[in-house]
């Protein structure tokens, strides 16, 4: 069987999930009578620290559902030019929200260049330019290679936008994974933004669900956008039932993932045709490109090619962007596994003929 590299989404449910789905006591969620998932939402919202949470069905609902509540039409949604809201999820806050999306820099180590977000803070004297409402954060930063944002830094970025009056989400995923990163409870970093979106569904291995929490006005008004977008579900508390697990059993071992994830870094690291630099792993997703004996990157066709003959050898993981790999680490993958992606690595780099 193949090594699955590709996510952390590819994760399967434990055992305990199964159990706790079989067993789950269910009623309909849109008239909020499913206990299991009231029970995951005030589990939530008291792990984050927030007044009230919300099950949604995708990290991409979340967050979507956050910027049309935080933002109305024609104002301004700020994030990061490498974050997940401004690339992958089909320009969200624009398409359904009318919120023009505007993009800041990112930096190499997933924080916002600040003197491009300053001049984003817009507020409402120039009848030339639509006013800021919400910016947003990514945590941990997947194409910044899973890199994490600390409690200063979070901080830092809420305090530009609140002193013009403008709310702060998180982008958090993964956020679990900068908490065990950091050795801080999430708490601590939801504490400076007003909302927060997480996912069950990748490191934390449940097979479906995102959390968004912040306060109850929030929560209030997040629950009929949820309605609006066709998220209202009925006896999830199936799903819901995994997601309890998900968080109170599988955040600690997520430090078994960023072990792993050094682990393959390391070993990539000795060969001349990877560059990779271990040190810059602080998480759970690996960022490398392939480059020729000249130190030059490889194309794209040379890239695909590779990632296609790993797949031969065993070892699945994807692209990012044209000549970056992503390889993610993730409940299922142990140390031996580790240690065979090598291999399977190695025997793809001497068959994808690099000169
Ligand atoms: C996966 C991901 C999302 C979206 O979650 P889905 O559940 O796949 O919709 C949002 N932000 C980041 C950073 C992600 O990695």
Do not use: W
Not at 100 to 119: F, I, Q, T, Y
Not at 207 to 215: D, F, I, R
Not at 231 to 236: L, N, S
Not at 265 to 293: K, W
């Amino acid at each position: 069987m193949s090594i699955d590299l590709r996510s952390d989404t590819v994760t399967l449910p434990s055992p305990a999930m199964r159990e706790a789905m079989y067993q789950a006591e269910l009623g309909d969620d849109v008239y909020g009578e499913d206990p299991t998932i009231n029970r995951l939402q005030e589990l939530a919202a008291e792990r984050t620290g927030k007044e009230a949470a919300l099950f949604v069905p995708s990290g991409t609902m979340g967050n979507a559902i956050a910027t049309l509540v935080h933002a109305q039409r024609g104002r301004t949604v700020i994030a990061g030019d490498a974050s997940h809201i401004y690339n992958y999820e089909a320009g969200g806050p624009s398409t359904l929200g009318g919120s023009p999306l505007r993009p800041v820099p990112n930096l190499s180590d997933g924080m916002l260049d600040l003197d491009k977000l300053r001049a984003e803070l817009t507020d409402e004297s120039d009848t030339h330019i639509a006013p800021a409402a919400l910016v947003c954060i990514e945590n941990t930063h997947n194409r910044c290679g899973g890199a994490v944002l600390n409690q200063s830094q979070i901080e830092t970025i809420a305090n530009l936008a609140h002193a013009q009056g403008v709310a702060v989400h998180i982008d958090g995923a993964r956020i679990f994974n900068a908490a065990i990163a950091l050795g801080v409870p999430v708490h601590e970093l939801a504490r400076p933004v007003d909302s927060l979106m997480f996912c069950l569904s990748k490191g934390l291995s449940a097979p479906v669900g995102s959390m968004l929490v912040g306060n109850k006005e929030f929560i209030r008004q997040a629950t009929r956008v949820r309605k609006l977008l066709g998220g209202g579900m009925r006896q999830a508390g199936v799903l819901a039932a995994a997601g309890i697990i998900a968080l109170e059993q599988m955040v600690e071992r997520l430090a078994e993932d960023h072990k792993h994830c050094k682990q393959l870094a390391q070993g990539l690291a000795d060969f001349p045709q990877i560059e990779v630099d271990p040190e810059r792993v602080a998480t759970n997703i690996l960022i490398f490109q392939l480059r020729d004996s000249q130190q030059q990157p490889l194309t794209p066709a040379k890239t695909a090619r590779f990632l296609q003959l790993a797949g031969k050898h065993g070892v699945l993981m994807g692209s990012m962007g044209e000549k970056a790999i992503r390889a993610v680490t993730h409940y299922g993958i142990e140390a031996e596994h580790i240690t065979s992606a090598i291999t399977g690595i190695r025997r793809a780099l001497i068959d994808t003929d690099i000169e």
